[in-house]
């Protein structure tokens, strides 16, 4: 089966106004039946307006190498964090 | 207005019922994961429609009995489900095929019903035609696929043709409380579906490289509650827990 079949990446956008997001992966051996897949797999109780499907090989990931140098540059550049002023209370959530 | 309206209600309420049960003999047996989830998702949809047509009829019934009474508390011959239905799922692309079959006639009978002057039936539809859009896309995308894929699925297809489209013509078939519903406007004329429903399969089967067949002899009697032999088995399973336990609630 896997040799046959494509494996893909859903994404699932639950509203407007959000990003697509990432939910969890299929196996199909066509765009038209991984949409169908993918919705009855991930959006089964409304959880989304959107799908879009992308299969897995073209997906260019980061090493665990390259995250940990990325983070440790950013460590001593605290003033990056917006976190030297109060936020009015107004503003609510942040 | 009741009698014919509760038994047209009826045979609509069987055919979503015994084919939602056939789908959901799926459940844990499907050949991918995905179709494990989707097969019983579909028969779902179903057993909605099932649910809503029952509680209708409920309402009408002379014997005054409950919706579940109804779906789960009948003899075989009561059931008055087109043969079509009751035919057991064998393998994916015969299921996917009378599936296809069942969501095209579907389709255009809630497109036709959307106006019935009996709301209930009206409101339905409106729900129903969405759903089976879905339903028909995915088993429409699956007989291509499998039609035009290895030797192999096409035999498969072709031997699922060969035995259900002897069991396609019911689905056409107007009995005499249908007949009576039509002229109230409550439901539409089964009959007159059929030629659309003909082109649009063979554009789906052409597409998928499969031949449209001529058959000389069509198999009915389910809505004489004549059924096939799968039919006892079929009740024995569904009516279990209502036999069992009978009046049980979940």
């Not at chain 1, 699932?12 to 106004?17: I, L, Y």
């Not at chain 2, 014997?63 to 393998?91: I, T, W």
Request: charged share 25%; hydrophobic share 35%.
């Amino acid at each position: 089966m896997e040799k046959e079949t494509l494996l893909w990446e859903v994404f699932v956008r639950s509203k407007n106004g959000l990003s697509h997001k990432h939910v969890g992966s299929i196996h199909a051996s066509d765009k038209m039946m991984a949409l169908n897949s993918a919705r009855d797999t991930y959006t089964r109780r409304n959880e989304g307006i959107s799908i879009w499907v992308v299969p897995s090989h073209l997906i260019t990931a980061s090493t665990s190498n390259d995250i940990s140098d990325a983070l440790a540059n950013s460590e001593n550049k605290i003033y990056r964090h917006p976190s030297f002023y109060d936020i009015p209370d107004d503003v609510g959530h942040m | 207005m009741s009698d014919h309206l509760f038994s047209s209600i009826l045979e609509l309420a069987d055919d979503h019922l015994i084919l939602g049960h056939r789908l959901s003999e799926w459940c844990g047996h499907a050949p991918t994961l995905e179709e494990d989830l989707s097969l019983p998702n579909l028969g779902l949809d179903l057993l909605g429609v099932a649910t809503s047509l029952y509680s209708f009829a409920s309402k009408l019934d002379s014997k005054c009995r409950s919706d579940d009474q109804l779906a789960f508390g009948r003899l075989e011959r009561e059931y008055k489900s087109c043969l079509l239905m009751e035919k057991p799922n064998e393998h994916f692309g015969y299921t996917m095929l009378k599936q296809l079959y069942f969501s095209t006639f579907m389709e255009m009978f809630w497109e036709n019903s959307l106006h019935s002057k009996y709301e209930d039936i009206a409101a339905v539809a409106s729900k129903s035609v969405k759903e089976i859009a879905y339903h028909i896309r995915h088993s429409g995308e699956w007989v291509i696929r499998l039609g035009d894929g290895t030797k192999e699925s096409r035999n498969k297809m072709l031997e699922a043709i060969y035995e259900l489209h002897p069991y396609t013509d019911e689905l056409f078939h107007m009995s005499k409380c249908s007949k009576q519903c039509l002229r109230d406007g409550y439901l539409p004329d089964r009959s007159k579906l059929r030629s659309s429903w003909i082109t649009r399969i063979e554009s789906i089967f052409e597409e998928a490289t499969l031949p449209f067949p001529t058959i000389s002899y069509f198999h009915a009697g389910g809505r004489d509650g004549i059924h096939t032999e799968s039919m006892g088995h079929l009740i024995s399973e569904m009516q279990y827990l209502q036999r069992a336990y009978p009046g049980q609630k979940w």
